[in-house]
């Protein structure tokens, strides 16, 4: 059962703009995840926010949490060809010990 | 890719044949875990471990089993390999299932069932 829900599934932009992404789930958590993804790799672990974190900052991510509205962004500021990646959501709680990953978005950042 | 080596890296098999795939960790977590990764499904659980020799099922555990005999090596087994099978499979590690569970992935392996 697919908890977190990227949104949008693809987004392309120029190097040196922001790069947003959405992730929605429908029940409670104990912290949510980001993950990248490059192509022919394994997932890299971003960043964790806690449920009773609203926001998180590291390097150029900044990850917020609206609990009440069971969403989380990612933005990655000054984008970099990099970036370019997969990026996952990852939820765990909500009654189940296991980490629950969505189904992923894809960013191109054009140089 | 965090001491976790996964083997093999590529495998074409028939359909029917039994296959192993392995995964191997050097960073003594406890925690171990098999993922398959398919378009439009994203990364789905099929079987995880809590210790040695302690494992259970995820959510698409059917046709799949495991054993983990030591720490640090957690094996995935076909027991007869169908082309629904076809996919590439990761495995992950873990210190902590808690509040800090961040999973660690291996390189992944890609398996092919013809």
């Known amino acids: 059962s697919q908890q977190g829900e990227e949104d949008p599934q693809a987004l392309s932009i120029q190097e040196g703009e922001n790069a947003t992404m959405n992730c929605s789930y429908k029940?409670?958590?104990?912290?949510l995840q980001w993950y990248r993804q490059n192509s022919g790799r394994g997932l890299v672990h971003l960043i964790l926010?806690?449920?009773?974190?609203r926001e998180k900052h590291s390097g150029r991510l900044r990850v917020t949490l609206d609990t009440s509205k069971k969403s989380s962004s990612l933005l990655i500021t000054a984008s970099r060809a990099a970036d370019t990646a997969s990026y996952f959501c990852?939820?765990?709680?909500?009654?189940?010990?296991?980490?629950?990953f969505g189904k992923g978005m894809k960013l191109t950042v054009n140089p | 890719d965090a001491g976790i080596t996964q083997s093999p890296r590529h495998k074409v098999t028939e359909t029917g044949t039994p296959v192993t795939l392995r995964c191997h960790q050097t960073?003594?977590?406890?925690?171990m875990y098999w993922y398959r990764q398919d378009p439009g499904h994203g990364l789905r659980l099929i079987h995880y471990?809590?210790?040695?020799?302690?494992?259970d099922k995820g959510e698409v555990s059917d046709g799949y089993s495991v054993s983990r005999s030591k720490t640090e090596d957690f094996l995935l087994t076909l027991e007869s390999a169908t082309s629904s099978q076809t996919s590439v499979y990761f495995c992950?590690?873990?210190?902590?299932?808690?509040?800090?569970?961040?999973?660690?992935f291996g390189a992944g392996t890609r398996l092919s069932v013809l």
């Open positions: 029940t409670s958590i104990n912290n």
């Open positions: 990852a939820c765990y709680g909500g009654g189940s010990e296991k980490l629950v």
């Open positions: 992950a590690i873990s210190p902590d299932r808690g509040t800090k569970n961040i999973q660690y």
């Open positions: 960073e003594n977590h406890r925690y």
């Open positions: 926010i806690r449920s009773n974190e």
């Open positions: 471990s809590y210790g040695v020799k302690d494992t």
